[in-house]
């Protein structure tokens, strides 16, 4: 199957989880994910908000915020192809809808952030595999930002269980797989020897 079908099919399916599913499994995620020995021990993490019917993030952000977390939003720049970062004080009078609809912060209250000042990256997708390899949306921002980066974060992956194929992706060798998926159900190690303890 290629991606443009993958990406077809997976989309369809996380759209037709009813509300209450979609609210219980993101609960479920945010738990598991607070849960993580590294993103306890997170600083300055690099969020996304969710949109339609991914993992809903939001309360994720709004307690990262309440407990002391350095919240950074990606700014999706189409002229460039690239994502800029800022960091977010207030969740409720920062943000304004931006590219593609999705929730970014207004222009008088962008903190500029080096891409280098992240240590864990909570990155979406619509299709993941065991490997941690991702299919993203199409636009190839996060693949950019990570291939430039030279110092590597933790980069973990929240979906749902139907996001996650047993068969692994098409993946070019520049690719930078995910060390960790969160699921309603589990927590996918992708990356060896990169276990941690949860506690």
Known sequence: ???QTLRRKISQLRDQLSERKRELYSKKIRQR???????????TILYFVSFR??????PLIKKGLAIGK????????LSTGRLTFSELKDFDKELVVGTYGILEPKKEFIRPVQPEEIDFVLMPGLVFDHNGYRIGYGGGFYDRFLGELTRRPKLVAVAYELQVMDKPLPHEDHDIPVDMIVTEKRLIYCVKNRKEEVG
């Open 1 to 3: 199957m290629d991606k």
């Open 70 to 77: 350095r919240v950074i939003l990606p700014i999706t720049n």
């Open 33 to 43: 994910l607070e849960g993580l020995l590294s993103y306890k021990k997170a600083h």
């Open 53 to 58: 019917s991914e993992v809903n993030t939001i």
